[in-house]
């Protein structure tokens, strides 16, 4: 199925709407209104130029590099939304973007859709994209909980080791409080699936013709993984930043989160 240029244009008169009532109430979004859609439409655009050349190229070496570029603008985009301004710890997020997407999204390939050339455009791209689309908003209220907790509350980890905890020890505290902050979310969207918000993959499979079996199955699969994937990609990440948020002495080098 594909959306003629009328079907485009028809599809951008929907936005007289939203832009009417903005007017009409002077809500003083206009600007930011516009700003918004012509930020979409092109960040699509240039995102749809890209993966139309990786899709025709199908080369293993290119997928995985699309793949190594979509890890570091998820990471920049998690770190920039969790609220951290130094950019040397953005490097663990990165990292624990990468390595999770491609542990567990390797895994969804191979094991749970038996994929016979899991690296092949068509499978990688969406699996791993969907992966790390759904780490972002997570892992950023994690790792600002975890990040904060370290810049405002340094004294209890002062307190903990002065009185003779391991590093690890006083370091739990606040690697439990930052993995909670990451279960919550998560474990809400699986628990209550809205009608048109959380299964938008479902409707997705439904209307490009997929058996509805199959697009349950799907949907249930890819939100297990994507569960999966988040916390993992937070352990792996928090376990990077000790490299970062300690000195060779396990000393705390005061991280400053914005905000």
Same mark, same amino acid.
């Not at 973007?97 to 455009?121: D, E, I, Q, R």
């Given at each position: 199925?594909?959306?003629?240029?009328?079907?485009?244009?028809?599809?951008?008169?929907?936005?007289?709407?939203?832009?009417?009532?903005?007017?009409?109430?002077?809500l003083g979004l206009l600007d930011q209104t516009l700003v918004a859609v012509v930020k979409q439409i092109a960040f699509l655009s240039v995102l749809g130029v890209c993966l139309?050349?990786?899709?025709?190229?199908?080369?293993?070496?290119? =997928?995985i590099a699309f793949v190594i570029l979509m890890a570091v603008g998820s990471g920049v985009l998690t770190a920039r939304r969790g609220r951290i301004r130094q950019a040397r710890f953005v490097v663990p997020v990165v990292v624990g973007v990468?390595?999770?997407?491609?542990?567990?999204?390797?895994?969804?390939?191979?094991?749970?859709?038996?994929?016979? =050339?899991?690296?092949?455009?068509?499978?990688?791209?969406?699996?791993?994209?969907?992966?790390?689309?759904?780490?972002?908003?997570? =892992?950023?209220?994690?790792?600002?909980?975890?990040?904060?907790?370290?810049?405002?509350?340094?004294?209890?980890?002062?307190?903990?080791?002065? =009185?003779?905890?391991?590093?690890?020890?006083?370091?739990?505290?606040?690697?439990?409080?930052?993995?909670?902050?990451?279960? /919550?979310?998560?474990?809400?969207?699986?628990?209550?699936?809205?009608?048109?918000? /959380?299964?938008?993959?479902?409707?997705?499979?439904?209307?490009?013709?997929?058996?509805?079996? /199959?697009?349950?199955?799907?949907?249930?699969?890819?939100?297990?993984?994507?569960?999966?994937?988040?916390?993992?990609?937070?352990?792996?990440?928090?376990?990077?930043?000790?490299?970062?948020?300690?000195?060779?002495?396990?000393?705390?080098?005061?991280?400053?989160?914005?905000?």
């Amino acid at each position: 199925m594909e959306i003629s240029i009328v079907g485009i244009v028809l599809g951008l008169l929907l936005l007289v709407v939203p832009v009417y009532l903005v007017y009409k109430f002077r809500l003083g979004l206009l600007d930011q209104t516009l700003v918004a859609v012509v930020k979409q439409i092109a960040f699509l655009s240039v995102l749809g130029v890209c993966l139309y050349y990786v899709y025709k190229f199908d080369s293993v070496l290119l =997928n995985i590099a699309f793949v190594i570029l979509m890890a570091v603008g998820s990471g920049v985009l998690t770190a920039r939304r969790g609220r951290i301004r130094q950019a040397r710890f953005v490097v663990p997020v990165v990292v624990g973007v990468l390595l999770s997407a491609l542990v567990v999204g390797l895994y969804f390939l191979f094991f749970v859709m038996g994929a016979k =050339n899991p690296f092949s455009a068509r499978f990688l791209i969406p699996v791993l994209g969907l992966l790390m689309g759904c780490m972002i908003e997570v =892992n950023a209220k994690a790792l600002s909980t975890y990040y904060m907790g370290l810049a405002y509350h340094h004294q209890l980890y002062d307190y903990l080791t002065g =009185n003779g905890a391991s590093h690890e020890e006083a370091v739990r505290y606040f690697v439990r409080k930052a993995l909670g902050r990451s279960f /919550t979310p998560s474990l809400s969207r699986m628990a209550y699936v809205l009608v048109g918000t /959380t299964p938008v993959m479902l409707w997705a499979l439904l209307l490009a013709g997929v058996g509805v079996v /199959t697009a349950v199955e799907l949907q249930i699969m890819v939100t297990i993984a994507c569960f999966s994937a988040s916390v993992l990609s937070l352990a792996v990440t928090l376990l990077v930043a000790r490299r970062y948020s300690f000195d060779e002495y396990s000393r705390l080098t005061s991280p400053k989160p914005i905000g």
